[in-house]
């Protein structure tokens, strides 16, 4: 992670149910910090997964350090 440079947060959706599974995923990253897309729309069949992914933007002032990404479904 650079700071002022970009990201790509990959969020893995596994179907391990008998019936489709649709929703919207939503990226969560640190306050200054932006996602694109904000959210994305999957449809995943039974017994398969899929993987959405969204581009984020590390401020230019971030500093050095461990930060926390992850998503809602």
Do not use: C, H
Request: hydrophobic share 40%; no cysteine; net charge neutral.
């Amino acid at each position: 992670m650079n700071p002022g440079g970009r990201l790509t947060l990959k969020m893995t959706i596994t179907n391990s149910g008998e019936s489709n599974l649709s929703g919207t995923a939503e990226p969560v990253v640190p306050s200054g910090w932006s996602a694109q897309p904000a959210t994305a729309t999957y449809t995943v069949a039974p017994g398969a997964k899929t993987t959405v992914d969204f581009s984020v933007s590390v401020p230019g002032a971030a500093a050095a350090m461990a930060y926390q990404l992850g998503g809602i479904l």
